[in-house]
């Protein structure tokens, strides 16, 4: 019989976190099939390992071959993993693709991983997310001063430049705080995974997005590990990663139209709200500055966001002329 | 063996001095959540970095808590047959305990906590979030220092539970040093 | 397999009264090692990182030094005496105040361990104090205290949540009828018990020096008005959204501080103490937790997991075979593994088949959350016991405590039962 390879891999999300958590599996499905059994992937979920942002470490170390997480995760251990999740004003999730596999995105995030030992690849994307769920409505930059808001990361640095209060709640009691405004606002995903949540019960405001156009999750591989693969079962788990990770994004695409439908039946009063342009300018600004500073501290973190901005400024000629061209003809035509 | 005894001494001086650190830590997170409320509540002001310094007190004051614990038989026994044995019966039960659970526990704990640590500090490691606290590897760090101190504390119960046997001193097996 | 077995030699080795933390761990230790090699414990401090970043799990030494300060400043005592002689005549006044002080404690925390430890500090000196008999005290105590599991906010049933895809509110909305009805159940027995057996539970000893009914009630509601001022004080912050739940326990602290100024009870040593005695006790309830939690990853890296599932997946397909193997299957699992354990490996695998059995997945997850209340409280691993076990004195035997916790196991069950076979009677039909 031929030799059966057995991975490892840690997800960050709980034993049946949808969507999310459904995307690893999938993809572990997938190699397993098309490489007729040799190539078999065990998960285990967060219940188990304990260490939901831990896995960056745990396949680091090599306790676990494989991780599924998102990149912007860690942060905190290295600054230029931030960027290969999404940026506020940055690509929509096509173009973030393109960036990824046809512009230059795979091989920078290479170079971020590679002195760790770790490769990384595009986990499945959730598409544009929300804004948020909001107590009260935004009409100008002081409405948005001193709002307490849960929104990790970076752009709850980008909320607090502009005065507003970014607020660390446990997710067990992310609910009883917006009920009780003990918290103003928060973001979440979207309606794929907001529904559950159940905040549209207590908030009244939903926001569009800005903050997290394409959250591209991402699967962490061991280079360890993938140097003992042979050639094909390495070709086989890549394709399996790629194609885990379109599903997902079609996924979240499909869930995120049943559940607002949904939301919408059992809740006609959720007012969706965009944020007014000024708003988004002063955000927009507060974001570039930012990176700015990010880039003037360190050579490749400038080198990837020069890729990004540049790839984006091409794509989105492209994504102006054909799918917003598109709506909006069409929506001209439904008035 | 009179060295034995001041040994075991100079070990119950250490974990009292763990003791006193943290009682002050949790003093301190005490008004540290109080403080964070009332910013929040009456002057709309958050800072994530006193909100992070919550746990990183919390966690502390729990796992160097434990080693003073031990110290001071603080720790829960099911004492179904514990409470009827002889002084030096509960001495027997707490030296195969220290040597077979207790300090081989603590040990490999703290071991593998030293690597947990020094990664941290090797990539500089801060928090994620916006205006958090930098350094983690300092509140990681204290997982091996409180495993190994919880060591130190298992080697004082078991010359407690030497001395006993020995017949030259059953301090802490007649009078626990501290009841409520 | 292995898993298994450990469990059983873990039973054996508790009993010789080693400390129950370090026994968890040390077996741990044996069979993952012995299973898998040493680098299994390279996953510990990750285990122990996620304790640390749990800040729900910090009401714990908040609420335990808040206990402490209404302790020392005999506060509480008053307050339970007071409540005690409000019953009058009427015997076991005490346990019934205790079931309700737990209950208001319930409403303010999720975390079991939290408030079986500040109502042991608070009402179990008062109960011994008044002789009644230890076992009743316990049970007490540690029925009341898992009332936080039912009783909005609880963990476990945002745990519920969140694996069962219900929405919070949803669920905090189903348990509050459920709990009620449970704590009347706790009162009625001890109001049965207390009759039968009047020298369990004396009543408290009326003063008949001319003082009148109207004056007695007056004198209890002195006593009453402070503490339960710092009660309302804890439930109104989490209300009125000025703290998390988490957070009001520290409101808590500070509010027992404050009264203790009032009552000219304050001193820098007597805070000290205080925060001492609240470290202690903090460090016994983690101490179980990370020893627990290196028990339970050895279980589950050496394949208990995967047993535990397929009984799950053999059981009969009809709902309700199901239903009642489920609870019997969650129940015994709940001597040994954590609940937050049972919550997010037995759920998923049960929730599937209830789903497809047409079951009120809302239903289900109050049974499951009553269930697990249990699980806190069953002899030998229920942690409520090792929690009260650890702020005793030490004339409380091990036997008192299992003893006591008995009959209010057995009222638990009833309830759940009753909820199974009359959900329309609790509002979800
Ligand atoms: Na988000
Ligand atoms: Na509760």
Redo the contacts between chains.
Sequence with gaps: AEKVYKLTMAETW???F?IFGDAPRNMARIAEEMSAGRLKINID?A??????L?IF??V??G?YDMGHSAS???????PNTLYFTTMPFGMITPEQYGWFYHGGGMELMQKVYEPFGLMSFPGGNTGNQMGGWFKKEINTLDDLK?L?MRI???A??VL?KLGA??????S??L???L????IDALEWVGPSLDL???FH??APYYYTGWHEPATELQFLVNKRAWDKLPADLQQILSTSMKLASYDMYIQSYHESAENWATMQQEYPDIKVKTFPQDILVAMKNANQELLDESAAKDPLAKEILDSQAAYMKKARVWTNISDRAYLDSVDSLAE | MMFLIHLERGITRFSNFLGVICTLMFIALLFNVFYDVLMRYAFNNVSIAMQELEWHLYSAIFLLGIPYGIQHGGHVRVDLIYENLSIRGKAWTDLFGCIVFLIPFTLLVGYYGVGFAYESYALGETSGDPGGLAHRWIIKGVIPLAFFCMTISGIGMILRCINALRGVSEEGFSHPPIQH | MIGIIMFFVALFLLLLGFPVAFTFGGVALIFGVLAEGFDMFAFMPFRIQSYMENTVLMAVPLFVFMGIVLQKTRLAEQLLEAMGKLFGSVRGGLAISTVLVGALLAASTGVVGASVVAMGLISLPVMLKYNYSKSLACGTICASGTLGQIIPPSIILIILGDVLGIPVGDLFQAAFFPGIILIGCYIVYILILTFLKPEMAPAMPQELDNETRTQQIIAALKAIIPPLALVLVVLGSIFTGIATPTESSALGGIGAIVLALIYRQFSWKMLYDSGLEAVKVTAMVFAILLGATAFSMVFSYTGGDEIVEEVLLNLPGEKWGFIILAMIAILVLGFFIDFVEIAFIIVPILAPVAELLGINMVWFAILIAMNLQTSFLTPPFGFSLFYLKGVAPSSVRTTDIYKGVTPFILIQVLVLASIMIFPAFYGMG
Excluded: C
């Design positions: 709980s034993s049946n949808p979920s219940n188990k390992h304990k260490a939901p831990g470490d745990l680091r170390s306790q912007y995760y860690w942060k905190g251990k290295v001193g307490k990790p990361g970076f709850g640095e607090a209060n970014p607020t660390n709640i446990a067990g009691e609910y009883t705080a009920e009780r405004n003990t559950r949540m159940g019960k207590i």
